[in-house]
């Protein structure tokens, strides 16, 4: 089901919903971060034109510190405006959280929230989602969204639901509005082409994956050691890309229960790059060295995940790049490894 | 109650095997009967102190009660190593794969162990025990430290005692007149065994120095990949497959492991240390 409606409208119902039935809505504000009605009753600042929030989404559903037991009083609640690259995020976590043995937390958070997704129309410098085998707009195939919102033009939005949750929410809040013509919806896939040009342009100086080619060059990277030494020489391992990554989703166990029967435990976020993660009692480590442990992310994101789920665990969203202080730019690490790798196989040869 | 909550274990026995090294004999609180597979893994608490993997070390057909042989390492096992009969620990579990025993049927199995890496392995042994005939031959090589390292030390009498298991053992190093079997690391055991390689499982366990030579070892033997079973211990923190830790390469060792092949690992970076 699809509605044409404007972007002062939709904004004004989502104000109703706040006002008139107290639901809390989780959007994006014009300072980039990610707000909720709560501390924002009157969603000031709402914008659905910047580039995916500051903060990563797992957030609202595997939060940075848990205490393991379900909220039984969690509302439900609605996420509004966000992009391709954190779907992909939360499919990862999905596959993580959610198969073989079902974590009841993750899942309760996710159960009660209706995530409203948006097409990303002004990508950054710092975006890649096209260069990971992504794009910036969410399409029903893509899973996750229950409801979407693509642009017409600024001021004219497309609602399209994706799920019968979607398309309930739709029923109920929007029935009054028209259906989109032929025009406005050639309209709007125009818009995304221009999005979608937009990030290969700023990524024409990196390679964009096809043939599983980061998946081949990082495999047997491990070869590469050398290279790995000198890209993570920078590294200072504070574990920020950990932290801000959409799709990062270790955590520590911590045992603090008073006795056997007032047990209390909690999780936190924890890091793959820090010395002590991979150690054993009695000290051994798999992962010793720094250019261990920054190769590892690495791995895992774009070659031991991608085994696993067939797609990879980078989402293309840019925080790792933003909030690095030594300016590690991942794809620049890639760039080097697949150019390095190649010199190699010629070598070899 | 969620997956990450431990239910209460009484400590019901300890047996001090070596000066860092006891078992633990732990019962249900609520009476239950605790089922595992052998070489399956579980998460033992001491509230308020910490968590951590251990491998049962007793028969998976004794179901009233586990034994896990525990080694005083680091902060966990400090305190657990100084609590009493009586106390109460938690437990979760039992997770991961085991050993595949029904592979090993109408074959040699060499199992091959290293210091308290001989816990899990004598859980397996127990079980191979149970069902001797259904295979050609057990071989048991393990190497301790020193004399005073050994565990199970025991047992060993009632083992020797039994047709169809062979037993060598090794020590690094001993005081003279102090023991008459062999000085060495534990892969110069497999230097004096018989066995049919084409017919054979190893499965190995200890340290992860020890794993690693004597997977070469046995590689040079000619056992081929998936020939080679090893039990791989890494900071399993969850237990579930979830929070990452124990990762090696595309796999989780508390879901897909803790027993894996040769085969599956060959490939991986740095699959010991």
Known sequence: MKRLISYTDFVNILYELVREEQKLIYFPCRDGHLSNSLINKNL???????????????????????????NSELQQQILVGIKWCDVQAIKVLDKMFLSDYVDEMYKTYREKTLIITADCIQPQQICFCGIVGGKPYVEQKDGISDLNISFVDENNLILESYTSAGEEFLEKYFQNFEQPTKTEEV???????????????????????????????????????????????????????????????????????????????????????????????????????KYQRFRNRYQCKFVYRYENFSFYACTGCGRCIEVCPAKIDIRKVIRNLVLAKGEEVLVKK | MSIYSPKNFKIKKIIEETPNIKTFTLEPLNGEKFVFQTGQFIELTVYGVGEAPFTPSSSPYKTETIDVTIMRVGRMTEVLHSMKEGDIVGIRGPYGKGYPVD?????????IGGGVGLAPLRSLLLTLIERINDFKK????????????????????????????????????????????????????????????????????????????????????????????????????????????????????????????????????????
């Open chain 2, 103 to 111: 592979k090993f049927v109408g074959k040699e199995v060499l199992i």
């Open chain 1, 187 to 289: 309209q709007r896939n125009s818009n995304r082409e221009v999005a979608n040009r937009k990030i290969y342009i700023f990524n024409n100086e990196f390679l964009k994956e096809e043939n599983e080619k980061y998946y081949k060059t990082l495999k047997h990277s491990y070869e590469l050691d050398k290279i790995w030494k000198i890209e993570s020489e920078k590294c200072v391992q504070c574990g920020g890309c950990n932290f801000i990554c959409p799709s990062c989703y270790c955590f520590l166990i911590r045992e603090a229960s008073k006795s056997y029967n007032e047990q209390y435990r909690d999780r936190v976020w924890d890091v793959c790059h820090f010395t002590g993660y991979g150690r054993v009692a009695g000290g051994a480590n798999p992962r010793k060295y």
């Open chain 1, 44 to 70: 000031e600042n709402f914008t659905l034109l910047n580039i995916r929030t500051i903060e990563p989404i797992k957030l609202l559903f595997f939060p940075a510190k848990d205490n393991l037991s379900i």
């Open chain 2, 138 to 273: 057990i071989i048991l090589c393990y190497g301790a430290r020193t004399p005073q390292d050994i565990v199970y030390k025991y047992l060993f009498p009632e083992w020797k005692k039994i047709n169809g298991l062979e037993i060598l053992r090794s020590v690094d190093k001993c005081q003279p007149g102090e023991w008459d079997e062999t000085v060495g690391v534990v892969t110069c055991l497999l230097d004096k065994i018989q066995v049919d390689v084409k017919n054979c499982v190893a499965v190995v366990c200890g340290p992860p120095i020890m794993m690693k030579f004597t997977t070469l070892k046995l590689v040079d033997m000619k056992f081929k990949p998936q020939q080679i079973y090893l039990s791989m211990e890494r900071n399993m923190s969850c237990g579930l497959g979830k929070c990452g830790h124990c990762q090696i390469g595309s796999y989780f060792i508390c879901k897909d492991g803790p027993v894996f092949s040769w085969e599956q690992l060959k490939d991986i970076p740095e699959p010991f240390e």
